[in-house]
């Protein structure tokens, strides 16, 4: 069985928050467009599954438009 060390738990966490340390939505769907992407990549490569183009294309522009977004968010100071 897999089991996950503190350190890696807490780098999953911190990837999941945003620049004010709070979760984000838009963090967590953008992991799992991430995810997807892999997925499919593998399914690809290794089992010759083909995704369809636009599914491609559709998933790396929403990543390419959140991480975009993301930059141009500036940290609330309090």
């Known amino acids: 069985m897999l089991q996950w060390q503190p350190e890696t ?5 911190q990837l999941f928050k945003d620049k004010d340390g709070c979760y984000s939505l838009r963090e967590v769907v953008i ?4 995810v997807a992407i892999i ?8 089992f010759n599954k083909d995704i369809p183009e636009f599914m ?3 998933f790396a522009s ?9 930059s141009f968010e500036k940290k609330n100071i309090e």
């Open 31 to 34: 992991g799992l467009l991430i």
């Open 39 to 46: 997925i499919s990549w593998i399914a690809q490569q290794f």
């Open 62 to 70: 929403l990543i390419a438009a959140g991480c975009f977004g993301y």
């Open 56 to 58: 491609f294309y559709s």
């Open 9 to 13: 738990m807490d780098f999953l966490k």
